[in-house]
């Protein structure tokens, strides 16, 4: 067996781990990186070409340093490498704004989502149904009380660019990767950690655990009675109007159409080289695991969500199905984050659950997490406070 040292093992590298190893090797910090398959890929939470991102994030306020931190970084790694990551098309909500309507657990979340953006001064524009149906005519059966939240600054990231740039940009500074590895024991080892695949044993005086979906087989308690995943569903659907849900044309959205959890979908704008407008959903109901979740779509649910959420709120998007992709989220009770040293084990940090909506804020998680690994920054204590693990 092999022995490889380091100064900070990353284990995942998803959005998460990704982010947490960029901002390792950019401060010169000996890292390896360590991932079950190949990414980026298509096996946890960390792909479908799109993914939303908001400024505004009615989930709560202690969110918001995150995102604005993440789009600082994520420009920044635009300008070093020349790639387009981030992509500003404007994020839309669509509901009636004094509805106890709920996005991730949290109610009233238009109501939140403009609240979070007066307290932060994130630039928005109000329109109410007149206005939403002259300036987007893609949308179908507004109500009376439907208005539309407007964020300019929102829009999406690409998320397989994403990750694959902040691995090659770390490796370049000078991190390794076990690609196509599997971890089969994390213990405290005299004063370092001692992690073991089946065919290395990596030596770290730290390790970051971002395995997603995988956490409670890395990890074990507290994170089985803590985190639950679940399997989402991604489609992209045919338009017979493409021009009209180009990212010009088209921001990303979220449709709040009743009170439940699971009475909204969202949108985005197909990217230049795309086809079809990827839609979804969110369903919080059934349990899966990442060995067994079943990946294949059937034709019954594309016609399902088609029917339910589709045919009645946009205009020419036909029920043909171009692909299909599932997708698993990382839960939390609350749909919070856990971002935490595990206790008796300081040598170890946690990121995850992620709890579907944690994309847009990885660039800044990752820093945040690397300063606290290498006690760069106290100052972040305070902004990973409200993600600690529940006492």
Known sequence: MSTIRADVAVIGLGAMGAATLY???????????????DPPHDRGS???????????????????PLVLRSHEIWRALERRTGQSLLVTCGELLIGPEGSPARLHHKPGFFRQTRAVADRFGIPYEMLDRAALAARFPQFARLATDDVGFLEPGGGYLVPERC??????????????????????????????????TATTEIHADQAIVA??????????????RLLRVTRQVLYWFETDAPSLYAPDMF?????????????????????AGGAGIKLGTEQFTAVTDPERVERVVTAAEARAF?????????HRVAPR?????????TETAGANFIIDRLP??????????????????????????AARAIGDRPEVEDLLRPFALPS
Not at 27 to 32: K, L, M
Not at 166 to 192: W, Y
């Open 344 to 369: 008796g084990n300081p040598r170890v940090q946690v990121i995850s659950a992620c709890s579907g909506h944690g994309f847009k804020h990885s660039a800044a998680i990752g820093e945040a997490v």
């Open 321 to 329: 199905l171009i692909r299909a992709k599932t997708c698993l989220y």
């Open 163 to 196: 990750v694959e740039t902040l691995l090659a940009e770390a490796r370049r500074l000078g991190a390794d990767l076990l690609v196509n590895t599997i971890v089969t024991g994390i213990e405290p080892a005299n004063g370092h950690v001692r992690i073991t």
């Open 46 to 64: 960390t792909h479908g070409e799109t993914r939303v991102t908001r400024q505004a994030v009615g989930e709560g306020e202690h969110f918001v």
């Open 23 to 37: 901002q390792l090797a950019l401060r010169g910090v000996r890292a390896v990186g360590i991932d079950r398959y």
């Open 251 to 271: 921001p990303a959205f979220i449709r709040m159409t009743g009170a439940g959890d699971d009475d909204m979908f969202y949108g985005l704008p197909t990217p």
């Open 211 to 224: 395995a997603g979906a995988w956490t409670m087989a890395v990890l074990g308690p507290p994170f089985d």
């Open 306 to 314: 088609h029917a339910r959420h589709i045919a009645p709120f946009l």
